[in-house]
């Protein structure tokens, strides 16, 4: 059987990834310009026409609501990340006992304790208290009963899955600078330079970038804060192939302690080193990496050759119509996977869609959407696993 630690993707290699997902991006990207100079093209024909005033100023207000997609990058330049933690801390990082989340009604009750240099990835379905939890723990939302506490000297940083922080009218460098004061201003702009935001770019409206904008200055003001507890919803939402690795890179170096929430399951594999399943009454938390969790969720227990006897192992005979039904099935569950894959993406590129980045109900939809779709290939890897060999 095939060992779980190695690449799930098996109908595509990653270089074809990152060329696929390049392309969807740019194909997001052209579309939305298009719309955009298709509105502006209205908002200058009706603006000065006394009848047409209010639809131009509507056009107009469309304009400044809509989420810009940042122009996917060819070349290998990338934002630089470094997270370096001001305090270490305890080693006690964050106790959870009995802790109840939920709003008008309990969603589950949360059990954990983390220790200094853990990443705790919280996983789960949407819409179950996944978002709820993290907003807890940084005090957003009051628990409904049982507690939490910081350890000693504990520092904590938050991403905020809807970037809603960096929504102002504020440009960029003041955005950044009335955080952080301490710096002058020809450093604030080599920061924000290391965040490939340069020249002009720094006196952009925080209003009008991009999703992927708004993320790199959310990073910048987490690396800046030098916090040893990063709680981070759903980071890599809008980041290209590269910003993901850079933002993954940055946190497998980084000396302090990581709660996160991600759908994306290479970024928990290559991150996570405990998990927290928030399912209702099924929540409960495991001290694995993702892979162990996988294991164990399945029913998979670790063999210990070394203390097995060579004689003693009984090598399964597989006959060869047993062999050619497992290569067939295979085949099938690889088609299955790479169409669920293609569907998986079709998803994605909805959240770009005004359709949906407009409405907070058909966004919660598609998010649940994309979520069984998650579970649907997860499933179908699951069995792949179970007849590839």
Request: proline share 3%.
């Amino acid at each position: 059987m095939r060992n779980s630690s190695q690449p799930t993707a098996v109908y595509s290699s990653y270089v074809e990834q990152k060329k696929v997902q390049f392309e969807k991006q740019q194909s997001a990207y052209r579309r939305q310009q298009a719309e955009i100079e298709r509105l502006t093209a209205q908002i200058e024909k009706f603006r000065y026409k006394k009848e047409k005033a209010a639809f131009a100023q509507s056009k107009i207000k469309y304009l400044e609501r809509m989420e810009r997609i940042e122009k996917p990058r060819e070349d290998k330049h990338n934002f630089k990340l470094r997270f370096d933690p001001r305090l270490r801390g305890g080693e006690s990082v964050l106790t959870v006992d009995k802790l109840t989340i939920g709003y008008d009604k309990p969603l589950c009750t949360v059990n954990f304790n983390l220790r200094s240099g853990q990443k705790l990835a919280v996983i789960g379905p949407n819409g179950l208290g996944k978002s709820t939890l993290l907003k807890t723990l940084i005090g957003e939302v009051s628990p409904l009963s049982g507690e939490f506490m910081y350890g000693h000297q504990i520092d904590v940083a938050y991403f905020d899955q809807t970037l809603a922080e960096v929504n102002s009218d504020k440009t960029l460098l003041d955005e950044l600078w009335d955080e952080h004061p301490e710096y002058d201003h020809t450093e604030i702009r080599k920061i924000l330079g290391q965040f490939m935001f340069t020249a002009d770019d720094v006196y952009k409206s925080c209003r009008v970038l991009s999703g992927g904008e708004k993320v790199r200055l959310t990073l910048a003001k987490m690396m800046l804060s030098k916090a040893n507890l990063l709680i981070l919803d759903e980071p890599t939402n809008h980041l290209d192939i590269m910003g993901k690795e850079a933002l993954e890179a940055a946190l497998s170096e980084y000396t302090g302690t990581v709660i996160f929430v991600s759908h994306d399951r290479y970024f928990i594999q290559k991150l996570a080193t405990s998990i927290l399943y928030i399912e209702g009454e099924n929540t409960a938390y495991y001290a694995l990496n993702y892979n162990e969790y996988l294991d164990k969720k399945n029913g998979k227990t670790p063999v210990l050759v070394a203390a097995v006897k060579k004689e003693e192992i009984a090598a399964p005979v597989s006959t060869a119509k047993q062999q050619r039904e497992n290569a067939k099935k295979t085949v099938q569950l690889e088609r299955l996977i790479a169409r669920a894959e293609e569907e998986l993406e079709r998803l994605r590129e909805q959240r770009f869609d005004p359709e949906y980045y407009h409405d907070y109900q058909k966004m919660a939809q598609l998010d649940d959407q994309i979520d069984e779709k998650h579970n649907e290939i997860n499933h179908l890897l699951e069995e792949w696993e179970k007849h590839a060999g």
